[in-house]
């Protein structure tokens, strides 16, 4: 019955503070993005990574489906870890964003700009009643100006930058690895084998292709490129985290 | 009376999280879905086959009103699980999606496209307050650009595509079953096959044509059929699955 | 007091869905439906047979205002059960939709698309808070291209399509005498005496005219008509269930 | 205490269902209608009776606004038991109704149709949310095509036609009466005489002319007429019913 | 922690049936108007008395700052028992309605039609969700085609029409004083007199200038006269019910 | 537990009656008043004063930031105790009430027309839901046809004139001292020792200039001054009240 | 459980008064402050200081993204603790309001206006429901009429205007060493020097540039002016505060 009670706390409410100056509704928003497949997110000298796990509950689902790399402009990806549904929200968002700063100004906007724009959209989830906050957090990845920047964005509405980071699953692990491992003058070569160095750390030291995504933001063509699984398979082999498949899994194609 | 209190609990309130993360009103009527018989989507080689298991509960209802499998294009057909006046409503808001899209564009829309313009809609009903989510789980299965396309919509508003896959009621053993059995070269008749094999296989190995579902879109012809009662027993026949009705019901017409 | 408790649990709420996926205001409202008497709806060669069993509380009661049987347009007529007043603002929405079908196509709307009107309009009460559902459930029987069609509506907005069926209180009994005895070929005649014979099973073998309600929907004429007081009592003679007033009312009138 | 939680338990909630189909809100406004003095109506051969029983608190108190006798229209009177302030709502409404019909029809309403106007507006009072529903009976009675017409309207909105009907305290005995006494037959002053004769067998076989309101509506003049207290003295004095006032209010006036 | 308890529970809902059908927040409301100082009317030959018990708190407080005497029209004046600033909504809502009276009809409004207005409003407060009903009583007194007349307005939204009256503290007591020597033929002298009698008979015999409020409308001049402290004493002490102030206070000015 | 059950108890709801016919949130919004520190009004033969006592909890925060005397129109002063930020409101919106007079009729608004607008403000947010009431009185004083006038708005809406008057901490102690002390014949200067000698009785006798707002209004030239704390610091030693600053206070300037 | 009890109360309900005339939710986000970091404003003869402790919760986090000092107009710098997010809402709206006032009147917003727009936007979330008080507390600083002003605004609505200031963690010990060092004949370097003193004395003794937060608005040029790395390690090290990093993060750049 205890577990019962705690639950029923919860079919109702809105977000407000707890006597410690808290707000449930944000922290248990947290709690949806550590239920997510880890993402990460790497800045380097020319460019910026995102990498993710992608779990994949059956050999019959298409990998391309379980999405968590989106093109949000030309020059900006977005990787998500959490509630995958309330993402695709924020990208849509993010999306419509970006084509409104190309009518208005006639120029892409700027990474910083469109993290603001969302995360004052998250906001609001989480002070006026009549919903619930976002249960996910972005990694936004661009160039602006010539030069990458990494965003984060939280469910309570707070944008952050960052060199590196590392959301979702595991995240405390991943962040401590980042920190250790994070080499400010790596290009995105180095920016990309530290990232799946970092997830296959927490995934038995290898990966299969299927369950990773990866994308770049390169500084110079200021253009977003999502890897196919060939690319994939090819860093993984150059970094020696090529994982096999399992045996009845194996010819599945 | 602990059943009883239960049961109150769930009377009130809108969707939010709790402590774990977790939306619960979403996980109830993911399992209105399981309420719901089974239904099943295979992609094949030159098609898509939709096949779904009904209950008839008295001989008396026609069977052809236990819809389960719905046209939303010509291209395009919708198979669902779960509770079915939801059902109805998100058919509808396809339908009208599809046809929006023949107007604005003057062309079909594209499954991926119909598929997310629905998930989009049901993660509102999951968001924000008022409504609750829809208690079901559609698979659209349709011809994009030529190549067969195989996806499924959940009640948190996320879309999955598939290779074969299964809703409703049994879906773990008709999804293991559709694991150790799908063959990614099969055609058409494959794929009908194995859909009615794998129902059998929950169903005492034999089915009633009256209690199945049965449609394809061809990726030749880029159309939606769906069979008829005769068609049905014919294909029952060929797998040697046709089952045999209860004497008392057998002389109902 | 437990009563007590489990009465006030309910005065408060809207319709969202229980752990195991139900959605207890609905299931609520088809036990509003046992509440009433008994309709049965018979689909027949030549037409529709609706008939309905009526409560008199008092023999000061009109018995022509406890109704139960509907006009919805020249071709189609519905039977209720359950929360009278409830039923009569479906019946009017019927009526309506029947009118705009007139006037947008200049045609009769069919039986099925009516129907599914009104099973569109019963769900949003079960999905949007502030309103309850309908507690109540339709028998509509009507012609459609020459041929007797019958549907029924329930409170969760789901449309079947059925040969005979019964709604409302004893619904079970009344269904198993259906499916024993009937017979797809009969004529409206047979219809009519199928449902008196249903109605006076749960009866005590009699009825009186008063406490019947009778109607058939004709397809060669494709006009719904309500029977008096007379056409009943010859038809309950003529299938020796016609039964005797209390002495002390006879003299009523 | 319990006194006590049992009416707390009343102080929040909307109209919804309990677990076995009833309408809480509505059963609780019908005791509403208990709650208030009875009011009876008859049905005779050349019109219609109300009658209805007044309690004056204070010999202070002008029993001429103790108002339970309403004209609707010229052929229509109205009576009504329950909640007051409720009663002159719906009086209101069925007024303005009246008077739309008028101006919209050029002829007066029927009392049919505005019985079921009324009983429509009730309705919505109990399904929709943000209102409880209206605690009162009506008792419409008029002339309609020459025929005198008898109608109730009850707290769930449904309309029923009656020959003789009592409302409000003691409900149960005097519809007994009436059932055992009524004569289809008799003319509007034998109308007068059962109502008032079954007034008198709950109240100690007597009345006092300012406790008790009288009006008729006349099938040939097709009017609405309201009994003074000399015309009240005058039937209570022929039916032998008139009761005495107190001797310490006696010279009151 | 019962009172707590019991505090508790009141500081939500809405204004819902219980379960014998009572409006509990009516009754509350109720209870409210007995908590402010009594009101008395009295209906003379030649006019309407209205006259009130007022606490002073402090001697530095003005007296006439606690008004409950107003005037609605010309001929008409109310007063006022309960939550003050409750009616002093209500009385601002009558004053429009008379003036919108006038402007539309030219002729001053009836006061028994500005009765209605004001109970069908305050009627509003006690079914519809979203505020509280007003915790107010008015007496109504004016002319009305040369006649005085008395109303009263509750909380749930009944008027009543008295010859004479008492609502607020004491209500009981006063009522059974004006029962016992209310004198019909009595003129405004006379009810000015019977006023300050019943007034002073819960005061201990005698009463401040100060702490009582007096007015009237004459039936010849039709005017509404509200009396000053001078007119006030003299009526006193003329009825030998003139207090004395408290020594310390009686220098005040 | 017990002091967490009870405050939990106001964390909801909104402002309705209870059983004994309060009104809880009014009275809890009294409380917040008394929860500020003292505010007095005194009228004299040629004008009005105010004077507050302010703590100032850190002697970095600028005295004069801390407003609880302001002007409302050129010829009002208000005021205010209790929660601060309400106090603000209500004095805009006092303010765009004298200027929409000015603009409506060309002259100033009247003190009591003044104070009425604001009572009816407040009295909205004690009824109607979605709000919680004003936690704050103000003293409203000013000149109105060339005499002094003094009012008390409280949380209920109600508006009170006084001689003299204190709101807020300790206002039993010192509407006794202004009981016993007020002369109203004293001139401006009398008024202005009266309401600093009250203020110094609460607190050990004297005053520090920085804890004291003092403002007048006078009738002769119509116009309120609010005093420096140079002209405090003279009436305070002229009335040998002014106290001395805490030693390591001394040279903060 | 009681934890769990105690959490469960606070997921709900609106901002309304406690018995004890208090509002918890204004309180809980009081406490949202003091979760925040430490901000802190000093006013000098020549300028306007504000200065933040930041905490970088990894080394990979831009120090320039965790914003605690925003330029609202090039004459006014606002610092703020507490929840970030809200925090960039307040500061938008300060944005908007000040670049209207730049449209309506041709000239820059006054501090004191400004701080008075913002405290009335947090007010109104106090008190009308369906949103949650902001739980951020703001430090405005800026010039006007060539005079530095230095204001806060705090949950509830209230505007302060300060000499010095510390608002979030640490906020009582940093204000009594304010309290203690003030000098109000300070330039703006004496300010700095207070400000980085008062941050060291919290964090042990010692600052690293990334970890605060420092901003000037100088009087004679009336311009906002944000410190870089650099020029905060000279203020740091010329006021000896200057702190290691640790050995392991020394190398991240």
Redesign the interface.
């Known amino acids: ?2 577990g ?22 944000v922290e ?8 997510g497949t880890a993402s990460i997110g790497i800045r380097t000298e020319n460019g910026v990574v995102l990498a993710v796990d992608k779990r994949i509950p ?5 990998d ?3 999405e968590k790399i989106h093109k949000a402009d030309d020059h900006i990806g977005i990787a998500s870890a959490g ?4 993402a ?2 924020l990208i ?1 968002f993010a999306r419509r964003q970006a084509q409104v700063n190309h009518l208005r100004y006639g120029e892409p906007v700027g990474v910083e700009t469109l993290t ?1 724009n969302v ?2 959209h ?2 609001q ?11 996910v957090a972005l990694i936004v990845g661009g160039i602006e100006n010539g030069e990458p920047r990494l ?1 984060e964005t939280d469910p ?10 590392a959301v979702g699953a595991d995240r405390g692990e991943l ?1 401590n690895y ?2 250790e491992n ?1 080499d ?1 003058e790596a290009d995105l070569d180095g920016g990309i084998s530290l990232a799946l160095d970092a997830l296959a750390s927490v995934n038995d030291g290898s990966l299969l292709p299927s369950e990773v995504g990866l994308a770049t933001v390169d500084a110079e063509s200021e253009s977003f490129e999502q890897f196919g699984l060939d690319q994939i398979e090819t860093h993984l082999e150059e970094n020696d985290l090529l994982g096999e498949e399992d045996a009845d899994e194996a010819d ?2």
Do not use: C, N
């Open positions: 019955m205890q019962q009670a705690q639950q029923q706390a919860y079919d109702r409410g809105i977000t407000i503070f707890s006597p410690d100056g808290r707000l449930y509704q248990y928003a947290r709690e949806a993005v550590k239920r059956s050999p019959l689902l298409e391309s489906s379980v509630h995958v549904a309330d695709r929200q849509d603001k995360t004052d998250i906001q989830y989480t002070q006026v009643g009549g919903a619930r906050p976002f249960g965003f309570s509405g707070t944008p952050y930058e960052w060199k590196a980071l962040q980042l920190e994070y400010p599945d194609e």
